[in-house]
């Protein structure tokens, strides 16, 4: 069974910082893993998408790196903002069964003005 | 573009009466559909998910069902609900298999 951990669970850092935010997971036979953003009260929006074939997958300030074989991805937001204030989730779809999404309980950040 | 749409975005109901959460999406055609869960402290969970019209698959064994009306129309039911059913119901769709998924803005569910 997939598991799914994130780490730190928060994170509060001043603005401007660089910050790496933490994902690790159990089964390394993976399909794809995907990094949401959630504010509060409200859905989730979908940051990157890196597939099992892939290292790494960049979009603005946002990089994901992904290590099959260790298990482990990480999001580096660099010169964090107050609007990056969120929770980032961590999803993890395995191969061989469909539809199978295991997601992280999350690292809420808030980044401080 | 496409979007989602949930409705409602909050609910409060009393134990032991029926549900039903709608979600649609606009702009593609034959996506695949999803209901998710997610309760206080706890990860996302899988509820249902469907891959055409009448096509629905269960992950969990649930007070709830679901049902796919029309190709992007997603129904989450229950005939009694229990107060373990409380959280927040999210719906998602995507293209096909290992793309993307986009979600909902979610419905949250209170018991009482």
């Known amino acids: 069974k997939q598991e799914v951990t994130q780490i730190p669970a928060a994170l509060s850092v001043p603005e401007g910082e660089n910050l790496v935010l933490n994902c690790s997971f159990t089964d390394s036979a993976i399909y794809n893993l995907q990094w949401f953003r959630q504010d509060p009260g409200k859905g989730l929006t979908s940051l990157l998408l890196?597939?099992?074939?892939?290292r790494e997958q960049t979009s603005g300030r946002l990089n994901a790196s992904l290590d099959k074989s260790s298990g482990r991805s990480t999001l580096y937001i660099a010169a964090s903002q107050p609007g990056d204030s969120a929770t980032y989730l961590c999803a993890v779809m395995n191969s061989g069964g469909y539809q199978k999404v295991t997601f992280g309980i999350g690292t809420k950040l808030q980044v401080i003005p | 573009s496409q979007t989602i749409h949930q409705w409602p975005a909050t609910l409060v109901q009393p134990v032991g009466s029926p549900l039903s959460l709608e979600c649609t999406v606009e702009?593609?055609?034959?996506?695949?559909l999803y209901w998710y869960r997610q309760a206080a402290g706890r990860g996302l969970q899988l509820l249902f998910y469907?891959?055409?019209?009448?096509?629905i698959s269960s992950e969990v064994p649930q007070n709830l069902s679901a049902s796919r009306p029309q190709d992007r129309q997603f129904i989450l039911s229950s005939k009694k609900l229990l107060l373990s059913d409380s959280g927040f119901y999210l719906c998602?769709?995507?293209?096909?298999?290992?793309?993307?998924?986009?979600f909902g803005d979610g419905t949250r569910l209170s018991i009482l």
């Open positions: 890196i597939q099992s074939s892939q």
């Open positions: 998602a769709w995507s293209v096909r298999q290992g793309q993307p998924q986009h």
């Open positions: 702009g593609t055609s034959n996506p695949n």
């Open positions: 469907s891959v055409g019209i009448g096509q």
